[in-house]
């Protein structure tokens, strides 16, 4: 079991440009979350799937954001245009039916600098 | 939604002393209650956990105490090693237990 893989594993960028992140959930698992990690704000979510229909995205701050799942074993958070605020550690995370049902396992994060 | 405040934001300890951290959610229909360690630059990962049905669980030398009238569950570790040191957080699951709610966070530091 290779795990939620993440990429890349760190990003700068320049603000204005595009940012795309991805993730491949662990095989089986049907809920898929997005976690945005700070030293002010902790572990923030802003969206999950659940068999790949967005379920809940009020976490994501801003239109800048999108999330897309078009399959089982593939998502992306997109920020367009990027801001330096947007600095932060993204982490994936899957279960298999939901967290009561199975440990949330998290993706190692995408290190994000907006300069 | 829910809401997860805890504390202390930072511990620090001598080795072979025990920490406890504490936290309290606001939903009462939540019914689980994970503990995740975060080391240094890695990703959190699952220590331990309690669902509403037990009011205590233990694994080694890791705790977690739960008590649904207050509102607050508790994580205990008895004798430190340097190498628990690490941010911890708690998380409580909201209604439909989809997805978790996250404390803030809090920094141990176990001095040997």
């Known amino acids: 079991d290779a795990g939620v893989i993440q990429s890349p594993r760190h990003e700068v960028t320049e603000m204005g440009q595009e940012v795309t992140l991805r993730c491949k959930p662990i095989s089986g698992h049907n809920s898929l979350f997005w976690y945005r990690q700070t030293m002010m704000r902790g572990l923030e979510l802003l969206i999950y799937?659940?068999?790949?229909?967005?379920?809940?995205d009020s976490g994501m701050p801003e239109d800048r954001f999108s999330a897309k799942m078009p399959n089982a074993s593939f998502s992306t958070l997109k920020i367009q245009p990027s801001e330096p605020r947007d600095s932060a550690v993204y982490f994936c995370a899957s279960s298999r039916g939901g967290v009561y049902n199975s440990p949330l396992h998290f993706g190692n994060g995408t290190r994000l600098t907006v300069t | 939604g829910e809401n997860v405040e805890q504390h202390p934001s930072t511990l620090s300890v001598q080795e072979g002393d025990s920490a406890v951290i504490k936290c309290t959610y606001s939903d009462s229909a939540s019914n689980y209650f994970p503990w995740y360690k975060q080391e240094l630059g890695k990703r959190p990962q699952l220590i331990i956990d309690?669902?509403?049905?037990?009011g205590e669980k233990k694994d080694q030398r890791i705790a977690v105490t739960l008590n649904k009238t207050a509102k607050h569950f508790s994580l205990h570790i008895t004798e430190t090693q340097p190498e628990d040191s690490a941010v911890y957080f708690c998380?409580?699951?909201?209604?439909?237990?989809?997805?978790?709610?996250f404390g803030t966070g809090t920094r141990l530091l176990v001095s040997p």
């Open positions: 998380a409580a699951s909201e209604t439909g237990f989809q997805k978790l709610v």
């Open positions: 799937f659940n068999n790949n229909v967005p379920i809940d």
């Open positions: 309690i669902r509403s049905n037990v």
